[in-house]
C-alpha cells in the first residue's frame, strides 16, 4: 500500500471550515515550503478563496488545503494538522521528511 502523498487532518479541515463560516466565505488552506528560516526551509499557510491551475488539492470533511508541486515533494507522506494548545493554536505539519526543526517549529531540515 502506498502511503497517501499529503492529507489533512480532521482539526485542520474543521479549523479551515470555521475561519470561512466567520468571515462568511469558502476558504482553502494553501501550504508551501519556502527556503529560509533557522533550518533550511521553512512553513508558510495563507488562507485564499481559489486556487491555482498547478495547486494540488487535499480534502478532509468538506475543507481543502492546496499545494503547489515543488511543495509536495517536501510535504510527501506528511499531514496538515491544526493543533490549540496552552501556548497557542496553529496549523502544524507533521512532516516525516524532516530530519532536524528548529525549537519554534516553523522551519525544518531534509
Not at 6 to 27: C, D, M, Q
Not at 68 to 89: N, R, T
Request: aromatic share 6%; glycine share 10%.
Amino acid at each position: 500500500m502506498t502511503q497517501p502523498e499529503l492529507t489533512l487532518s480532521p482539526a485542520a479541515a474543521k479549523r479551515i471550515a470555521t475561519i470561512g463560516a466567520t468571515e462568511g466565505r469558502a476558504l482553502m488552506l494553501r501550504v508551501a515550503v519556502e527556503g529560509g528560516g533557522c533550518s533550511g526551509f521553512q512553513y508558510q499557510f495563507d488562507l485564499v478563496d481559489s486556487a491555482n491551475d498547478d495547486d494540488i488539492r487535499v480534502e478532509c470533511d468538506g475543507s481543502a488545503a492546496l499545494v503547489d508541486e515543488m511543495s509536495l515533494v517536501l510535504l510527501k507522506g506528511s499531514e496538515i494538522d491544526f493543533v490549540d494548545e496552552l501556548a497557542g493554536a496553529e496549523f502544524r505539519v507533521r512532516n516525516p521528511n524532516a530530519k532536524s526543526s528548529c525549537g519554534c517549529g516553523v522551519s525544518f531540515s531534509i
